[in-house]
């Protein structure tokens, strides 16, 4: 029995409180553990937690002002905490094999030989880190935007993420405060995912392997992705928000394993509202860019501006996916519910430190296939034709280097390199997209298409990723090897 839309009042997730802030520094602890949630009215759900809820909670952090992470691990499993946006040495950047083992004393067995660390007493030479507690240190030396931390663990990422391991952190600088965009309670951020539960009230997903140890891969009509039939925002399924008839800032991320969405924001009456978006994945935008329809592939993050006055106060604003279908079109509601006093703006000019790199600055151009294949005897997805292996090396770029990526597609594929932001240069030869300003960590590739990004691989040496983030399609191998040297 799924509840109407529109009832369940919008959560947003608990800002964590530092343990400390000494020495420069700002310490924070998380548990991972079992939890469970009332996310259908009446019906309770297992979830694996950051802390106890989900999503977990969210931290805040200022630009420049490093943050640690303790993570520590009571789920049954070995986990890995990858911040995704963040630019990140990377011994904290979450590699899939970088475990942090189950306190309880579970064996941390995961099916792949390079996941067998030090618990086995082995000597592996690829260096697999295993500890039961982990410290993640963020230097956050970085644009302000909107990031969030998930699991990454090799093989089982999207069981892991559809299970609940998904939460936000937000980077801020004076510069952003002192533009005066919509702030405090006029600033919500929407973390949209969908999920399908069972009859027994737990979150249904198909893998091939339910003890998610050996087998990565989930069943074959899902070998695409895994779609829910129930949409969650901040963890309420198809929640309602009561606004001012104001503007907000919505700060949008895709964090569904698989959909895709096209948002619209609908009056009663029928009436489209603007969606004004101010920033990318990667930060604010040099301009504000105005779209009727926003499409949002799984991790991109989209700030967006609305002005609720534009509705009638008692009318509602409905957040609709074009995409969807039947009760997948709906994602939440705002219900305007008062005049009141606006004085937020939105500036002509968002920011003016966005890298402006040319195609005469890249020192080369690689292409890369993103196509279906096999992988270990099973379907796979590639990346030039091989499915992801930790022991090979893919691409070694040079610190401070300029590179032309040129990623083509057979279906849809968001694409997400770790490390660093990049910008769309074109779209199979075509200008890039309206949606595709500013700086970016996550380009969807469109069926068919080829798209060429271009980036300077700055911040740290080491090995770090790019894959596709349909999360199926990155257990299922479509993900690749990023050394920085
Ligand atoms: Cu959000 Cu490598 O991921
Ligand atoms: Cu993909």
Redesign the pocket.
């Known amino acids: 029995p799924l509840p109407p839309a529109f009832q369940v009042p919008l959560p947003v997730p608990a800002v964590l409180e530092p343990v400390t802030t000494s020495g420069g520094t700002d310490r924070y602890e998380i548990t991972q553990r079992e939890a469970s949630a009332e996310i259908l009215p009446g019906i309770t759900t297992p979830l694996w937690t950051y802390g106890g809820t989900f999503p977990g909670p969210t931290i805040e952090s200022r630009r420049g002002r490093p943050v640690t992470v303790t993570h520590r691990n009571e789920l049954p499993l070995p986990t890995v905490v990858h911040l995704h946006g963040g630019r990140t040495p990377a011994d904290s950047d979450g590699y899939p094999t970088d475990l942090v083992l189950p306190a309880g004393g579970h064996e941390a067995h995961t099916g792949h030989a390079s996941a067998h660390g030090p618990a086995h007493g082995m000597h592996d030479p690829r260096a697999v880190v295993t500890e039961r507690t982990r410290d993640y240190t963020f230097p956050l030396d970085q644009r302000p935007t909107l990031l969030w931390y998930h699991d990454h663990r090799m093989d089982f990422t999207a069981p892991a993420i559809w299970r609940g391991l998904a939460g936000l952190h937000v980077v801020r600088d004076d510069a952003e405060d002192d533009l005066g965009l919509p702030a405090g309670p006029r600033e919500l951020p929407l973390m949209i995912t969908d999920r399908s539960f069972a009859a027994d009230g737990g979150l249904a997903y198909p893998s091939l392997d339910p003890s998610l140890r050996e087998r990565p891969g989930v069943l074959e009509p899902y070998l695409a992705?895994v779609l829910g039939d129930v949409i969650l925002v901040n963890g309420a399924p198809w929640p309602v928000h009561e606004v001012d008839a104001a503007r907000y800032r919505l700060r949008i991320l895709n964090a569904s394993n698989?959909r895709h969405y096209e948002l619209e924001a609908v009056t009663d009456d029928g009436r489209r509202l603007d969606l004004v978006q101010i920033g990318a994945d990667q930060g604010l935008l040099a301009a504000p860019v105005t779209h009727r329809l926003l499409p949002v592939a799984p991790a991109e993050r989209y700030d967006v501006v609305v002005d609720f006055s534009g509705a009638p106060v008692g009318s509602r604003v409905s957040l609709v996916n074009r995409l969807g279908s039947g009760r997948t079109r709906d994602v939440m509601a705002f219900r305007v519910a008062r005049r009141a006093l606006d004085e937020s703006r939105v500036p002509g000019t968002l920011s003016t430190d966005l890298p402006d790199w040319r195609r005469s600055d890249a020192v080369r151009v690689r292409d890369f296939a993103?196509r279906a294949g096999r992988m270990r005897g099973d379907h796979g997805?590639l990346i030039g034709g091989l499915p992801f292996d930790p022991a090979r090396s893919d691409v070694a770029v040079g610190l401070g280097e300029v590179e032309v990526w040129r990623l083509v597609?057979d279906?849809?594929?968001?694409?997400h390199l770790h490390l660093v932001g990049f910008r769309v240069l074109s779209r199979s030869g075509r200008p890039p997209l309206p949606h595709d300003a500013g700086l970016k960590d996550t380009v969807s590739?469109r069926p068919g298409e080829a798209v060429e990004i271009i980036t300077r691989f700055d911040g740290y040496r080491g090995r770090y990723l790019f894959?596709?983030?349909?999360a199926?399609?990155?257990d299922m191998g479509?993900m690749a090897n990023l050394e920085v040297v």
């Open positions: 992705g698989a993103f997805w597609a279906v849809h594929h968001p694409v590739l894959h596709c983030h349909n199926e399609h990155e479509m």
